[in-house]
Structure formats: C-alpha cells, structure tokens
C-alpha cells in the first residue's frame, strides 16, 4: 500500500519510521520526501496488507504522523499512447518505463499520484483515477 505521512513539526525530528521499520520488520520504501526543520511529508510503499499493515499504520499515527493512502492509479489509454516516452523521465519515481516491446509499462506501487505525466504526454493518454480498478 502506498501512504502518504504528514509530520507537524513536533514530530518532525523523531526517527518515526525508523521505529516502525524496527518494530514491524517491514522494508518500507520511501518513494518522496520532502522535509525540512518545521515539517515532513513522505510518500511511502509499504510492502504489506493484514494485521501487520495495521500495525505499522497504528504506530505511526500513535507518534503524532498523519497518514492518508495513496488510492489514485494512472489509466493508459493503449488507444492514444504511442509509446513515444515523453512522460517517462518527467516521472519523480521511475513509475513509468518502455518496456522490452517497447511499450508503455506502469508500477502503481512506485507512484506518488503527482501528476506530472499526465501533463507531459502531448496525446492526453493518460489520466489519474481514484481506486485501482481502471
Ligand atoms: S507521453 Fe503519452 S503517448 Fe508518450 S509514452 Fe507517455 S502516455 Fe504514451
Ligand atoms: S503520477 Fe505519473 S509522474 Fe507522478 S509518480 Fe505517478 S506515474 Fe510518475
């Protein structure tokens, strides 16, 4: 699941994720990060779903982060996408990659949903989506 953190600046210095990371054995991939001394946000993939997704989700709320998940995914339209590549280095995470036949190939765990892409293609074959069922 991809979650977005949100520190407020009494939280901003703990090593929050650390402790998850510590106390839930789950590698936790920072996917963006934007923090400085008053406040944090990170977008994270967190490799897991259950009771332990819950817990880990538990114990970064118990230390004061907010977190919200990432639920948006990136619709191609295979109709209009002619593989031509301009939204691939745009992309802040390495989301979007040709693959070996040369067409356009999505990780929705990478994504951050900033749409970025979306603005770059020229032929407005891609879209972001609530959910992951487009
Ligand atoms: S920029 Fe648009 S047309 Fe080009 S590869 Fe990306 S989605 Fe396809
Ligand atoms: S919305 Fe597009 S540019 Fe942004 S992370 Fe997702 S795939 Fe990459």
Do not use: H
Not at 55 to 73: D, P
Not at 117 to 134: H, K, M, R
């Amino acid at each position: 699941m991809r979650v977005r953190l949100i520190y407020s600046p009494d939280v901003v210095e703990k090593p929050i994720l650390a402790e998850v990371i510590s106390k839930t054995g789950l590698l936790i991939n920072i996917l963006e990060a934007k923090v400085n001394a008053q406040k944090g946000e990170l977008v994270v993939s967190i490799p897991s779903s259950g009771e332990k997704l819950e817990e880990a989700i538990a114990i970064f709320r118990r230390a004061g982060v907010k977190v919200e998940e990432i639920k948006e995914t990136l619709k191609i339209d295979r109709e209009k996408c002619t593989s031509c590549g301009a939204c691939i280095s745009p992309c802040p995470t390495q989301a979007l990659q040709l693959g070996s036949d040369w067409t356009l190939k999505y990780e929705e765990e990478k994504c951050v949903a900033c749409g970025t892409c979306v603005n770059a293609c020229p032929f407005g074959a891609l879209t972001l989506l609530e959910g992951s069922e487009g």
